[in-house]
């Protein structure tokens, strides 16, 4: 019980200081501002329950990502080279 408790506290600190991610995809990676988002959006906007790291496909990403930045009308969303970075 008492390394469970201290491995879900390492998460969560994790994912509280964690500042960038990239997440590779095959037509160029795509990097993502955790922290700056962090700041601008409640955790429940991504997450589902506990906040913590998850792993995004094609189709969760375009959904999660492209959905939000639709809804918001902000960032970017218009273009595949707007997220996918090949440098």
Not at 2 to 7: Q, R, Y
Not at 56 to 71: E, F, N, T, V, Y
Request: a positive charge; proline letters at 6%; hydrophobic letters at 35%.
């Amino acid at each position: 019980m008492g390394k469970t408790i201290i491995l879900l506290a390492a998460i969560l600190v994790w994912a509280v200081l964690a500042d960038a991610s990239v997440f590779p995809a095959y037509n160029g990676n795509v990097p993502f501002d955790h922290k700056m988002h962090r700041g601008k959006f409640p955790c429940t906007d991504c997450h589902e329950g506990a906040p913590r790291h998850f792993d995004l496909d094609r189709a969760s990403g375009h959904k999660l990502c492209i959905g939000c930045h639709q809804k918001v009308k902000a960032g970017p969303a218009q273009h595949c080279s707007d997220c996918h970075k090949t440098s």
